[in-house]
């Protein structure tokens, strides 16, 4: 019902691309082989071998036919090492050596390395059976002294995020690691604009029979230092060349602030072409009084010499047209050298995505003229990828990726997707010019196919949609605009209007869609908002045989609620009109069909459709839906999750925003991965249907709204 709601019902896994191996040597092969054996054990199956390939890297050289004293050596302090930072503070390692004669010595380190081996040791084979011992972790840390903070959000720096099932990963106690925290919540302190601001960790305490430990944190903020003013020195007046400085007065004296207010001076000078500006900012600040000192910065800024282009070029473009690449690049020969126009430059040749790295240097680095040199890495120029996946509705999933970059050295995009379920085929080739018209313009054409086994008909589905896509910054909304003509057909149909239904219409549409996504992460979202809006202008004038309108918008809100726990809200609405044509004549497929695990969660997919005499469904022409969660967190990747979903439908317009209302409650529980949450959920009806069920176990991924 909502965007990508086929994609939603899968876990798509990239297998892994195909790609031509370096073949590796035979004589390579054999020096792997001679070279002396390092077998950790005492860490489990899964920590044994990853210390064994660590090991590996570190030594390096070290590690020939044999290893010497210092090397195994070595290999004990780099094991210790590590299993201390893992919160083992008293681990014991036996290293078992097996010489080239055949015998077996043993010795045994602690952390404290007092022990050395003989300097005539030598290991064909070195086994390192260690004894983690107790593992420590913080237990109870408290804080005096603090005020710019709450206590459990500084105690996020030593423990991390408050779960419900404590990971003991979160907690490991180390020296290294304490050290590092108290560091880190003073910088949060100056970050916030307490610059004279110490923390000291005090009256440690470690239960070595438990491993439990506790620690005091002392901390003096000192007053805040807020800017009340910037002036310059060695340059014009700042404050009328840059009115922007003005915006950074009243804020806190911070290293972010200074870096902020350098780069806004620094770019200037750019603008006017000396790349070579210095700035360094010098606080002046007045006595503390009631806990505030304000703070006159003074910036001295020493331009340099103005610099003018010389020659610019480009390298290690094999594949690629230069002037593709000359007109990523505005700034000309004889201009003033702006390096905040060569570095946009530098970001389109990478926009295009055919480029692994494009760098830029200048030859010479220093003087009046500069030659700006683009060196670009080109990229891959086909891969193909394996898909498989599963669904609550459509099950098994398979199938095929195959893309290719750069044609005809130009930048061209192509990409051919082939999808099969147990309820769908799909496939899709798309064909894409990137700045097709100007900097941020891209043009896209696309051709389609879809036959996808629906709850109440079979829908079928073939076209061809040419789009440009670009950004709206006065909205901050990515938008995209198109043309699309397709045949839509369905077959099989139980619905409630399949003696009226059209078996098979042509639709040719005018499409608008704009998106603005302000959330910290798209795949988890913790905070921010998103919001969308579709639409879908079908007519006779566009070369159709049919007259619709279809709107959809609708948006979300995420927001932590104390620590470790999350509030979500999603809301969409969508309508389908028929002004200038008969409403009889609307597409089957063209309806609203929702249920499913990215809409109301106590039905499966379409079933929570309006329904009609007869029991049968029938296609919404409006609906409304709410989706609110609560979210706890578990353990670092595990949540539970307390939701309930409310639709609100109507098949005639006449009945606009909704004549009938479903409400679902229910639990789940997500494994964050890396392409997102793996969910579980189970929804329960309020207030089913006669013919709906009471429930709906699904199975999905990706966040729901």
């Known amino acids: 019902m909502k965007r990508n709601r086929a994609g939603a019902l899968i876990l798509v896994l990239i297998v892994g691309a195909w790609s031509v191996a370096d073949v590796t040597s035979v004589a390579a092969k054999e020096d792997k082989r001679a070279q002396a054996e390092i077998d950790v054990k005492g860490l489990g199956w899964l920590g044994d071998r990853q210390q064994q390939r660590s090991l590996s890297r570190l030594l390096g050289q070290e590690r020939g036919e ?7 050596e070595d290999a004990v302090f ?44 030598v290991a064909r084979r070195l086994v390192l059976r260690i004894k983690p011992g107790v593992r420590f972790l913080f237990d109870q840390v408290h804080f005096s002294g603090l005020q710019a903070l709450k206590e459990e959000v500084a105690r996020q720096f030593f423990i991390g995020e408050q779960v419900l099932i404590g990971g003991k990963g979160n907690r490991v106690y180390s020296p290294s690691k304490l050290r590092g925290s108290v560091t880190n919540l003073e910088r949060e302190l100056q970050r916030l604009g307490y610059a004279d601001a110490k923390a000291t960790a005090q009256n440690l305490r470690l239960d070595h029979h438990t491993g439990k430990v506790d620690v005091d944190i002392s901390v003096d903020q000192g007053p805040r230092w807020m800017v009340t003013g910037v002036r310059a020195e060695g340059a014009e007046d700042l404050e009328k060349s840059v009115p922007a400085l003005r915006n950074f007065s009243d804020q806190p004296w911070s290293q972010l602030w200074q870096q902020n207010v350098a780069t806004e001076i620094r770019n200037h000078f750019y603008h006017l072409g000396f790349p070579d500006a210095t700035v360094r900012l010098t606080p002046e600040a007045a006595e503390a009084h009631n806990g505030v000192r304000n703070v006159t910065v003074v910036a001295r800024v020493t331009p340099g010499e103005a610099v003018h282009i010389g020659q610019v070029k480009f390298e290690g473009a094999k594949h690629t047209q230069e002037a593709v690449l000359s007109r990523r690049v505005a700034s000309k020969s004889g201009q003033l050298l702006d390096p905040l126009a060569m570095e946009q430059a ?40 394996l898909l498989f996946g599963y669904g609550s509705y459509e099950q098994l999933r398979g199938g095929i990726e195959w893309r290719q970059w750069n044609l005809f050295g130009r930048a061209h995009q192509t990409r051919l997707l082939l999808l099969q379920s147990m309820k769908s085929s799909r496939g899709e080739y798309t064909y894409t010019v990137p700045e097709l018209f100007g900097e941020s313009v891209d043009g896209t054409a696309r051709l389609f196919g879809l036959q996808r086994q629906e709850t109440s008909f079979l829908r079928q589905e073939y076209g061809a949609n040419m789009s440009v896509s670009t950004r709206v910054g006065w909205i901050g909304a990515n938008a995209t605009l198109g043309y699309t003509f397709q045949s839509l057909k369905n077959r099989q149909n139980t619905l409630e209007t399949r003696t009226a239904d059209q078996t098979q219409v042509n639709a040719a549409s ?6 603005r996504d302000r959330r910290d992460n798209p795949l988890r979202p913790r905070r921010g908002y998103r919001w969308y809006l579709q639409t879908e202008n079908a007519s006779r004038y566009f070369g159709g045989s049919v007259d619709y309108q279809r709107i959809e918008f609708g948006g979300s809100y995420h927001a932590p609620w104390g620590q470790g726990r999350w509030v979500h809200a999603g809301f969409n609405h969508g309508v389908i009109t028929t002004f200038g044509g008969d409403d009889t004549d609307l597409p089957v497929n063209k309806r609203f069909f929702p249920g499913g695990d990215n809409s109301i969660r106590g039905y499966q997919e379409g079933e929570a459709a309006p329904r009609g005499p007869e029991g049968n469904f029938l296609g919404a022409k409006t609906y409304m839906l709410l989706n609110l969660e609560l979210e706890q967190a578990l353990t670092a990747k595990w949540s539970a999750v307390l939701f309930t979903d409310a639709l609100g439908t109507a098949a005639r317009l006449a009945d606009y925003p909704f004549s009938e209302k479903l409400y679902s409650v229910g639990l789940g529980v997500r494994y964050q991965t890396i392409i997102g949450p793996l969910r579980v959920e ?24």
Do not use: M
């Open 78 to 121: 780099l094991l210790l090492s590590a299993v201390t930072e893992d919160g083992y503070l008293e681990p014991v390692v036996v290293a078992e050596l097996t010489g080239t004669d055949g015998k077996t010595s043993t010795f045994t380190f602690d952390s404290k390395l007092d022990s050395t081996l003989p300097r005539s040791a």
């Open 682 to 705: 189970y929804g329960r009806n309020l207030n089913p249907r006669p013919g709906d069920p009471s429930g709906s176990l699904l199975f999905s991924v990706g966040f729901p709204f």
């Open 510 to 515: 005018v499409d608008l869609n704009l998106v």
């Open 346 to 385: 530098r970001f389109r040749l990478a926009r295009l995505g055919i480029f692994d790295a494009v760098d830029l240097r200048y030859q010479p680095a220093a003087g009046p003229l500069r030659d700006p040199i683009f060196r670009v890495r080109e990229g891959r120029r086909n891969e193909t990828n």
């Open 66 to 72: 044999t290893l010497e004293a210092n090397a195994i």
